[in-house]
């Protein structure tokens, strides 16, 4: 265990590190304050919340808070129905995100579970392999896709 928190403190750094240092990574403007009640639901209400980029059959809803210059980092705030997807090539993607409500168990390759619940902080680099199982749930994150490719969906799209 203190083996994989040093390993996602690593992620992280160099997650954060990469976005904040980039010459090309520079966002260009900033959204504001989303306080705790919006992220309780009334964010998803907002004019510019839309349907996830992410091609589930779940009912998916996403409002981006920030887009990097080069598209490749975005913050936001996300809410997902049931949803039971592998990764067997990697998750694709270095991501960071807060549990709001709900909860997800990510079973890795080897079959180590763990699970997280609203306060919960995860995470995900890009080559991590397993299995995303959840009943519903709603979480703040950033991302950064190294390509500027969603994994299997295409190209990254941003918010305006």
């Known amino acids: 265990m203190k083996n994989m928190k040093t390993i996602s403190i690593y992620a992280l750094a160099m ?3 990469t976005a904040a240092f980039s010459q090309e ?3 260009k403007e900033i959204t504001g304050k989303v306080t705790k009640d919006q992220m309780a639901g009334s964010i998803f209400k907002h004019k510019d919340a839309s349907p996830s980029v ?5 009912e998916t809803i996403d409002f981006v808070t920030s887009t990097s210059a080069d598209e490749k980092f975005v913050t936001g705030v996300y809410s997902s129905g049931e949803l039971h997807e592998s990764y067997p090539d990697g998750y694709g993607m270095d991501e960071f995100w807060v549990l709001l409500s709900g909860s997800i168990t990510l079973t890795s390759e080897d079959g180590v579970a763990v699970v997280y ?3 919960d902080l995860c995470t995900i680099s890009r080559d991590w392999k397993g299995r ?3 009943e519903g749930y709603t979480k703040a994150y950033s991302v950064y896709v190294h390509d500027g490719v969603w994994p299997g969906f295409g190209k990254l799209e941003k918010k305006n």
């Open 54 to 58: 992410y091609n589930t059959t779940t």
């Open 15 to 17: 997650m954060l590190t």
């Open 132 to 134: 995303w199982d959840t």
């Open 25 to 27: 990574t520079v966002t």
């Open 117 to 119: 619940n609203p306060g």
